[in-house]
């Protein structure tokens, strides 16, 4: 069982923008002063910037260009519908905005299908769509692969009952807390765990500040110790920065990598770094305009792929 994974799975925007939708509850999203033309050729520069950077380190990046209808203006963060499991499962999800429920597509399996992998089994989520409830995918749930443990910040989008829901169903223990960022002088729910938290093999960034109550925070920190993980520890200004949304890869012969934003890596002092950098590489690209609009960054760009292969 690996933690992380050589292949990716990115979605090329063509309709990108500031989705109205999510914005009710996504603080990261903000006003940008470009017209919709300019907004989208920025973002497909980011975005070919990033898969270049990946390629030339030795991951395979499978690109698939989003459709002009119907509208997505969030496609390009497909982890948050799909997720994929090295016994040949995939997990749909349930979105929170009814425009993002137009980014499943069927034809994205039969592609990876194409290139030889195997998937046996679909777990299909999205009827809670239905009754109002909402899991969204590896942006909700940070899976421990190796350790079976599901970390997940309960939101609007991540719906405590289908948390223990898809723990039962794909064998995971449910590690559940809530998450919170200052917005004016309120205390606010983060809407994705994977905004403040990333679950590498040998560490995690984690903001310990957004998790206000204490019991729960004893909690999150023991499961990640018993599991040897080094916590690289990041405050709430930095996670603004985008420095809790990072995915670490395998690149070729076996090379680990963590992927950010540059933004993200801006904000990190040297210390954190060298926390880091003593089990991977660092890999970072601008995502500004990614970052403005959409309200998410480097992580929620790149669904991993952990499907079996068919062996040549």
Same mark, same amino acid.
């Given at each position: 069982m690996m933690q992380i994974s050589n292949t990716i799975l990115m979605i090329r925007p063509v309709n990108f923008r500031k989705n109205e939708q999510t914005a009710v509850n996504n603080y990261f999203q903000e006003d940008i002063n470009l017209d919709n033309k300019t907004v989208i050729k920025n973002a497909q520069k980011?975005?070919?910037?990033?898969?270049?950077?990946?390629?030339?380190?030795?991951?395979?990046?499978?690109?698939?260009?989003?459709?002009?209808?119907?509208?997505?203006?969030?496609?390009?963060?497909?982890?948050?519908?799909?997720?994929?499991?090295?016994?040949?499962?995939?997990? $749909?999800?349930?979105?929170?905005?009814?425009?993002?429920?137009?980014e499943r597509r069927e034809d994205i399996l039969n592609t990876l299908e194409e290139q030889g992998f195997i998937i046996e089994?679909?777990?299909?989520?999205?009827?809670?769509?239905?009754?109002?409830?909402? $899991?969204?995918?590896?942006?909700?749930?940070? $899976?421990?692969?190796?350790?079976?443990k599901a970390y997940c910040a309960l939101s609007d989008r991540a719906n405590e009952e289908l948390i223990i829901e898809f723990c039962e169903d794909f064998d995971y223990l449910p590690v559940i807390f809530n998450a919170?960022?200052?917005?004016?002088?309120?205390?606010?729910?983060?809407?994705?765990?994977?905004?403040?938290?990333?679950?590498?093999?040998?560490?995690?960034?984690?903001?310990?500040?957004?998790?206000?109550?204490?019991?729960?925070?004893?909690?999150?920190?023991?499961?990640?110790?018993?599991?040897?993980?080094? $916590?690289?520890?990041?405050s709430e200004e930095q996670i603004h920065h985008f420095a809790g949304n990072m995915l670490q890869v395998l690149g070729a012969n076996d090379k680990r990598y963590l992927v950010m934003s540059s933004a993200a890596y801006n904000s990190l002092n040297s210390a954190q770094i060298n926390s880091i950098e003593k089990y991977c590489?660092?890999?970072?690209?601008?995502?500004?305009?990614?970052?403005?609009?959409?309200?998410?960054?480097?992580?929620c760009m790149m669904a991993e792929v952990f499907l079996p292969q068919v062996l040549d």
């Open positions: 980011e975005f070919d910037a990033l898969v270049e950077i990946l390629r030339a380190k030795g991951v395979n990046v499978i690109v698939v260009e989003d459709t002009k209808t119907p509208d997505t203006p969030d496609s390009i963060f497909p982890n948050n519908w799909i997720s994929f499991h090295s016994n040949g499962t995939v997990g $749909l999800y349930p979105m929170f905005a009814e425009n993002r429920r137009n089994n679909v777990m299909d989520y999205t009827s809670a769509e239905e009754d109002n409830l909402f $899991l969204e995918g590896t942006g909700s749930l940070l $899976l421990d692969r190796v350790n079976k919170y960022q200052s917005v004016g002088d309120k205390r606010m729910l983060i809407y994705h765990t994977n905004v403040m938290m990333c679950l590498a093999e040998d560490f995690a960034v984690i903001c310990l500040d957004s998790i206000d109550d204490k019991k729960e925070l004893k909690n999150v920190v023991k499961h990640l110790k018993e599991n040897d993980k080094e $916590l690289v520890v990041i590489e660092i890999l970072h690209s601008s995502l500004k305009t990614i970052e403005t609009c959409g309200g998410g960054s480097a992580r």
